[in-house]
Structure formats: structure tokens, C-alpha cells
């Protein structure tokens, strides 16, 4: 089984990535999960700690990469996007159009919390306002709950997992494993199901998108798709599910050739592919 988790957390990420992806993943008969934040990216202060943390993670980068990847498609230099964010914070549900288009091609659509970079180090209290209006920013704009949750920053805590069950999510993925599990809290198994990311890389920090990473340590594309393709196989003959998640303004733009060289293993493997939602409902742990 296959599983592709989408974290969009930019708005250049909606509006160019998204639309790339759904291309990729029509051509090659795959079904994706996205989670979109139902607030925006962030205030001033929440997106420079953010931005500020993500450009200094402590693996060893390709300068020139790294610079071509993360340039914003704007022109516009750092202060410049962190001023945009605090004079003119973009709402993600504003494009509409591009997130019923997930929906209407077959795929899913899940929160990614309301305010993208207050994930960082939230407080509970920031924890707990999050939960509430992304699940009910997501009610109002698509007529039904949210099934589940993938966390921004694989934020993690028993604070949180409560929340999961509390707002009735299937699922959530925060937590590291080797498949699908209930986790427990004080001993006691959660209502939901927590759908690890199997197949990317943990650099001790955070846990990176496979061809995110190795496109910034200057890794050659064909060796990174003769990794992927096996780690894939070595996956599968373990018994556990191929999940790996990425990123629109990465993967669905500068990364995009990669991933698609990706997906086409992936249909030539014969992996069949599920969202969260379908592993939810149909995964016994």
C-alpha cells in the first residue's frame, strides 16, 4: 500500500504546486491526502522563527540548491515576504477553487492547523484555539468535519492527541512508526489512528521529505530514485505501508520532475494507493 501525505503551508504552495500535483497524480492513477491550515501561514513573529529555524536545520546543504528550491516566487527578499505576512495575511480557504478541485478529482482534504507557523512551540492555549477554528473554518467551507489532522512540524504531545479525539478526528499524523497504530495516553489506547510517515528522512531535528532532503545535500537525481525505489520495495517486503509526504512548493514546483520520475515507479511497482481517510477505515492495528 501506498500513501502520499501533502502538507500545504504556502499560499505560492496552493496556487502553483497543488495544481502541478494533481496533474502528476491523475497521470499516474494515484490518490493523494492534502491538509491545507484554514487560517494562513502566520503572523510576523511566528513566521520568522518559523523561516528562521527552517533555513538553519542542521544537515549539510547544497547552497545553490538550497537557494533555487526555497526561492520565493514573488522576487521579494525575506523581509519583504515577512512584512507581506503582516500586513497582508492570505487566507488559504480564499482560494477555494483550487481546494474543491482536491476534492473533486478524488482526492482528500484535511486541516493542517489554522495558523501554520504558531506550531512551532505552541502553548496549549494556542493549541487548543488552533483545534477549534481550523475544524470549524473547515465545517463552514466544505459542509462536513475534518477526518483527520496531519500536524504541522509533526508536532507532538499528549495534549494534543486528546484534541484529536475530542474533535471526533479518525485520524492524525504526528507520530513516528512503522504503520498505522492507536497510540495510548496513560495507558489507554486513543479513538483515533495515527498514520505515520514511513519513508522520509529523520536528520534528528525534523523529519524531512525524502527527495527535499537529498535535493539539498546535492544528491543526483537518479541515485535518489534508485534509493526511493528501494526503500520502497524494502518497505513492502517488511509487511508496512509505503508513506512518504511532501510538500506543493517544493515537490509540486521545483522538485516536480523528481516526484513525477517518483509516482511512475510507484505505478510500475503495481502499489496500489489509499488516502488516510480509506487506511482509517479499513486498517485494523
Not at 232 to 240: D, K, L, N, P, Y
Request: proline fraction near 6%; aromatic fraction near 10%; glycine fraction near 6%.
Amino acid at each position: 500500500m501506498f500513501a502520499l501525505r501533502i502538507d500545504i503551508d504556502t499560499i505560492r504552495g496552493l496556487r502553483q504546486g497543488v495544481p502541478n500535483l494533481l496533474g502528476v497524480l491523475k497521470r499516474y492513477g494515484i490518490k493523494g491526502s492534502f491538509f491545507c491550515p484554514m487560517g494562513w501561514e502566520g503572523d510576523f513573529f511566528s513566521v520568522f522563527r518559523h523561516r528562521f529555524l527552517r533555513s538553519n536545520r542542521g544537515f549539510q546543504r547544497n547552497a545553490r540548491i538550497a537557494e533555487e528550491i526555497e526561492r520565493p516566487a514573488t522576487g521579494l527578499g525575506d523581509w519583504a515576504q515577512l512584512l507581506l505576512a503582516l500586513f497582508f495575511p492570505r487566507r488559504f480557504v480564499r482560494h477555494k477553487d483550487i481546494l474543491h478541485a482536491i476534492l473533486d478529482q478524488g482526492h482528500e482534504l484535511g486541516v493542517h492547523g489554522y495558523v501554520h507557523a504558531r506550531w512551532r512551540v505552541p502553548t496549549e492555549m494556542e493549541l487548543r484555539q488552533e483545534f477549534l477554528k481550523m475544524t470549524q473554518t473547515y465545517t463552514k467551507h466544505f459542509s462536513i468535519p475534518p477526518a483527520g489532522l496531519a500536524a504541522p512540524l509533526f508536532q507532538q504531545s499528549n495534549l494534543l492527541l486528546s484534541l484529536c479525539d475530542e474533535h471526533d478526528f479518525k485520524y492524525a499524523s504526528c507520530l513516528p512508526g512503522d504503520t498505522p497504530f492507536r497510540p495510548k495516553i496513560n495507558g489507554k489506547s486513543c479513538k483515533h489512528l495515527q498514520i505515520p510517515v514511513t519513508i522520509d528522512i529523520d536528520d534528528h531535528q525534523e523529519l524531512l521529505p525524502f527527495f527535499y532532503y537529498h535535493a539539498m545535500k546535492g544528491t543526483p537525481a537518479n541515485v535518489s530514485l534508485d534509493q526511493f525505489k528501494q526503500r520502497c520495495e524494502a518497505i513492502r517486503q517488511s509487511g508496512h505501508p509505503v508513506i512518504m509526504h511532501i510538500h506543493p512548493k517544493d515537490e509540486g514546483i521545483a522538485l516536480l520532475e523528481i516526484f513525477s520520475q517518483a509516482m511512475k515507479i510507484i505505478h510500475e511497482l503495481n502499489i496500489p494507493s489509499m488516502t488516510f481517510s480509506q487506511i482509517s477505515q479499513t486498517y485494523r492495528p
